[in-house]
């Protein structure tokens, strides 16, 4: 049995499917000691190299899923050339895997931020052609929403990159000239929400993402927090994209501590900047 390289290195948490066809491409991944080409395929007994470093990929990893409360502030990078905060400066450290982001949020919204070792899993749940998938979001505008605005919301509206609506546009809270809702949406375009909102006259104040999928932003976690999906909830989430059920990584006591002590020493952060004293250096303002 063999699978396509880019998906082989997907399921052992190399990167997303996309990213590896981009490194396939580069001429940075081997194939049996040869240079290997897009399209190429692999069995358990091929050897696969990335960056000249040898990949085990006959057993497949377990599955692990973050739930992080972004701050605004953050970029969606691991590095950022402007010395900015990034979303991954404060996970948790792996061994051999890397958190892969489900998607972005730009700097200016807050909320539930997904990320995963299983690259197979975050290219389904990113994929534009994924109807399975939606994104809540509670959104503070500035303006009056009348029943004519939600109707064209709904609709559909002409951007510059195509046609985009809200699935559904619900009143949350709040009167007069700010009002919350909470919306809903089946792509992740960039600043699709506040883009949409802008069509109709209305500006944007406060952004927010609540759910992607069948997750939750739980209300445990403060901004700036992180924490693991149980076994229920990563099949639950694998299951929303037809993937099967895979075992969650089980810590053994003295790694189960050490992750302990790194979430306690979270800091609540309602927003994040670069530092004065120099590029690279994070601010947390506590809440």
Known sequence: MSDKLQ????????????????????????????????????????EIKVDG???????????????????????????????????????????GERWIAVGRLDINTAGLLLFTTDGELANKLMHPS???????????????????????????????????????????????????????????????VRRLWESQGMKVSRLKRVRYGCVFLPKQISVGKWKELDQRDTDELAKLVDLPSRPVAKLDPKELKKYDRAANRQRTRQKAGPSKKGPGRKVRIDS
Not at 61 to 82: H, I, M, Q, S
Request: hydrophobic share 35%; charged share 35%.
């Open 7 to 46: 998906k082989i290195l997907a399921q052992v948490g190399v990167g997303s499917r996309r990213e590896m066809e981009r490194w396939i491409e580069q001429g940075r991944i081997q194939l049996n000691g040869e240079v290997a080409k897009l399209g190429e395929r692999a069995g358990p007994h091929d």
């Open 53 to 95: 470093k040898v990949i085990e990929h006959k057993v497949r990893t377990p599955r692990r899923v973050l739930a992080y409360n972004k701050p605004e502030g953050e970029v969606c990078t691991r590095n950022d050339p402007e010395g900015r905060p990034t979303v991954f400066d404060n996970l948790p450290k792996l061994k």
């Open 130 to 192: 994924t109807q399975t998938v939606d994104r809540e979001y509670a959104v503070r505008v500035a303006g009056e929403v009348t029943d004519e605005v939600i109707e064209n919301l709904k609709k559909g509206v002409v951007l510059d990159d195509g046609m985009a609506k809200f699935t559904d546009v619900q009143f949350f809270d709040g009167d007069g000239f700010n009002q919350w809702y909470h919306v809903c949406i089946m792509e992740g375009r960039n600043r699709e």
